[in-house]
T-cell receptor, first 114, second 109 residues
Framework: GAVVSQHPSRVICKSGTSVKIECRSLDFQATTMFWYRQFPKQSLMLMATSNEGSKATYEQGVEKDKFLINHASLTLSTLTVTSAHPEDSSFYIC??????????FGSGTRLTVV | GIQVEQSPPDLILQEGANSTLRCNFSDSVNNLQWFHQNPWGQLINLFYIPSGTKQNGRLSATTVATERYSLLYISSSQTTDSGVYFCAVAYTNAGKSTFGDGTTLTVKP
């Protein structure tokens, strides 16, 4: 089946620094990947759609300069949280889809900004 | 956008009991999935089921697309079934998904 690898699983960073999260489709090509954010005891909120070779599409209210997305290849999308602040602390998770198989999610990244 | 409602929000069961989780959605969709989020946050794909019925061991799911709902059945529940169950829908197979708020299942030994 489809496998999506996400790295790192946990990261602690200092306020003001940037953090990069990687999302890879291991056994299939993904022209489109999705980035979600999840607050404790809440559902997943779509942040942006990552498109290979073109600019990401951000959902309303998501700052594109704060959350930089790059989808440079058919198997890799990255999310960079720039100048992170404590309010950016959250669980970030990516997904990719395959026809007739649906979406497969990465294992998520728990970001803590101190 | 699509509205997704899941019920019940919380469910507590004794081990061995059966349960039914429901997902209602507000528009026609071509993609519907059920996920289980374990305590570590990992989302496990249970079923890709835009229509029809599927079974996998103790779990089964049915989607009635014309009536815009899906049901997830868990039989002979085990403590390892505990976690949050999400329903997610999308207009297309490769389009963005909208998640319901989830059902938190607790199975007690």
């Amino acid at each position: 089946g489809a496998v999506v690898s996400q790295h790192p699983s946990r990261v602690i960073c200092k306020s003001g620094t940037s953090v990069k999260i990687e999302c890879r489709s291991l056994d299939f090509q993904a022209t489109t990947m999705f980035w979600y954010r999840q607050f404790p005891k809440q559902s997943l909120m779509l942040m942006a759609t990552s498109n290979e070779g073109s600019k990401a599409t951000y959902e309303q209210g998501v700052e594109k300069d704060k959350f930089l997305i790059n989808h440079a290849s058919l198997t890799l999308s990255t999310l960079t949280v720039t100048s992170a602040h404590p309010e950016d602390s959250s669980f970030y998770i990516c997904s990719a889809s395959q026809t007739n198989y649906g979406y497969t999610f990465g294992s998520g990244t728990r970001l803590t900004v101190v | 956008g699509i509205q997704v409602e899941q019920s019940p929000p919380d469910l507590i069961l004794q081990e061995g009991a059966n349960s039914t989780l429901r997902c209602n959605f507000s528009d026609s969709v071509n993609n519907l999935q059920w996920f289980h989020q374990n305590p570590w946050g990992q989302l496990i794909n249970l079923f890709y089921i835009p229509s029809g019925t599927k079974q996998n061991g103790r779990l089964s799911a049915t989607t009635v697309a014309t009536e815009r709902y899906s049901l997830l059945y868990i039989s002979s529940s085990q403590t390892t079934d505990s976690g949050v169950y999400f329903c997610a829908v999308a207009y297309t197979n490769a389009g963005k998904s909208t998640f319901g708020d989830g059902t938190t299942l607790t199975v007690k030994p």
